[in-house]
């Protein structure tokens, strides 16, 4: 079967600081791999998608960056954070033209 | 992608079924409706999705209006776990997922 993983679960980080968040999933080939942002109260924001190794589309401008080095492996990543960045971070994958998305179980990341 | 229209908040008692509105007015030809919810502190989930028809599985039932417009998921005995965020998205189903979030819908139920 099938599984998502994604840590760390929360994260505590200073202002300025860099940020890597990794995501990799079990039991698929080729899946199409998502990050989403969620700020306290607020829905979810696509940002970023990605079809294969290598291709990314970014959602939003912003001041976070993503990479796909493996078919199964995602990537979030920032050289210096920002206060704006704090929020729950989710990583999702789904299969083909499947609207089915599977969300990881999250990150909170706290920028202080 | 067509907007949705979800109150921000509703309430149930626990055993009722609970009915979730969704309003999608503009929705066109080719737009799947999408149900997913969202435990608090958790990845969302995927619950079900329809184009036309109505739609059953083992965590709820679709029913979408003839014009398309609206559509409601109902839980039909809720329970305590099915406290979440309920949101409704409106897709042209295939071609890439990337699934629009909006706030949803907060679905309490209680004893």
């Known amino acids: 079967s099938q599984t998502i993983h994604q840590w760390p679960a929360t994260l505590v980080q200073p202002v300025g600081s860099p940020l890597s968040l990794e995501c990799t999933v079990e039991g698929t080939s080729n899946p199409n791999l998502y990050w989403y942002r969620q700020a306290a109260g607020r829905g979810l924001q696509l940002l970023f998608y990605s079809i294969g190794i290598g291709q990314i589309s970014s959602e939003v401008p912003q001041n976070l960056s993503a990479s796909r080095p493996q078919d199964r492996q995602f990537i979030l990543s920032s050289k210096k954070l920002l206060l704006s960045d704090s929020g729950f971070y989710l990583c999702?994958?789904?299969?083909?033209?499947?609207?089915?998305?599977?969300f990881g179980s999250g990150t909170q990341l706290s920028v202080l | 992608d067509a907007k949705t229209t979800q109150p921000p908040s509703m309430d149930c008692a626990e055993g009722r079924a609970a009915n979730l509105p969704c309003n999608h007015s503009?929705?066109?030809?080719?737009?799947?409706v999408y149900w997913y919810r969202q435990i608090h502190s958790q990845g969302p989930q995927y619950i079900i999705h329809g184009l036309k028809n109505n739609e059953t599985n083992e965590m709820a039932s679709l029913i979408i209006t003839e014009d398309r417009k609206s559509s409601t998921l109902i839980l039909p005995h809720a329970t305590l776990r099915d406290t979440a965020v309920y949101y409704c998205?409106?897709?042209?189903?295939?071609?890439?997922?990337?699934?629009?979030f909006g706030t949803g819908t907060q679905l309490k139920v209680e004893l």
């Open positions: 503009t929705i066109s030809g080719n737009e799947y």
């Open positions: 998205i409106v897709k042209v189903g295939g071609g890439g997922n990337k699934l629009t």
């Open positions: 999702a994958w789904s299969v083909g033209r499947n609207e089915k998305l599977f």
